[in-house]
T-cell receptor
Framework: DVKVTQSSRYLVKRTGEKVFLECVQDMDHENMFWYRQDPGLGLRLIYFSYDVKMKEKGDIPEGYSVSREKKERFSLILESASTNQTSMYLC?????????????FGPGTRLTVL | LAKTTQPISMDSYEGQEVNITCSHNNIATNDYITWYQQFPSQGPRFIIQGYKTKVTNEVASLFIPADRKSSTLSLPRVSLSDTAVYYCLVGEPDKLIFGTGTRLQVFP
């Protein structure tokens, strides 16, 4: 089974801190994604990556950056955390091998910025 | 990217069939239609995907009319454990747009 793990389930940070959210997948997937989920807004795509060292902006990239130095790892960085970045963050990975469009999600990180 | 519209919420009772319809009027030729399920405090989980006509797997069926401007997810004989949010997504395989989903509540 595909496994996507995220470094923390719950995280509390202070305004202005630099925050790193780590995501690791074990199925050699090419594609990785970061979403945030807020009540009433569904999932919104922050950044995605098709390959190592490649990144593409999603719908809401402002205030975030990403890093993909290895194929299995995709990091989301909050350069200077703000209270409006309090949210649930979900990482996902996928592969087009076999032609099926399926993203596998991690359990999520609930980030609170005070 | 095609935008989807689906009901905000639906209620059902155990044992009933539930049909959730999604509208996607500007679907593109290369777009697939994919449905995900999400339980509280978990990431979404793939349910079913289709391009046209009907697709069926062990948990659901997906009906897509010829014009592909809508699709219907059918859940046969729902149980309490089917209470979740269901997302309809339309797009090319490497980028999906999640909407707000349909919150399905199943009552005993």
């Amino acid at each position: 089974d595909v496994k996507v793990t995220q470094s923390s389930r719950y995280l509390v940070k202070r305004t202005g801190e630099k925050v790193f959210l780590e995501c690791v997948q074990d199925m050699d997937h090419e594609n990785m994604f970061w979403y945030r989920q807020d009540p009433g807004l569904g999932l919104r795509l922050i950044y995605f990556s098709y390959d190592v060292k490649m990144k593409e902006k999603g719908d809401i990239p402002e205030g975030y950056s990403v890093s993909r130095e290895k194929k299995e790892r995709f990091s989301l960085i909050l350069e200077s955390a703000s209270t409006n970045q309090t949210s649930m963050y979900l990482c996902a990975s996928s592969s087009l091998a076999g032609g099926r469009n399926e993203q596998f999600f991690g359990p999520g990180t609930r980030l609170t910025v005070l | 990217l095609a935008k989807t519209t689906q009901p905000i919420s639906m209620d059902s009772y155990e044992g009933q069939e539930v049909n959730i319809t999604c509208s996607h009027n500007n679907i593109a030729t290369n777009d697939y239609i994919t449905w995900y399920q999400q339980f509280p405090s978990q990431g979404p989980r793939f349910i079913i995907q289709g391009y046209k006509t009907k697709v069926t797997n062990e948990v659901a069926s997906l009906f897509i009319p010829a014009d592909r401007k809508s699709s219907t997810l059918s859940l046969p004989r729902v149980s309490l454990s089917d209470t979740a949010v269901y997302y309809c997504l339309v797009g090319e395989p490497d980028k999906l747009i999640f909407g707000t989903g349909t919150r399905l509540q199943v009552f005993p």
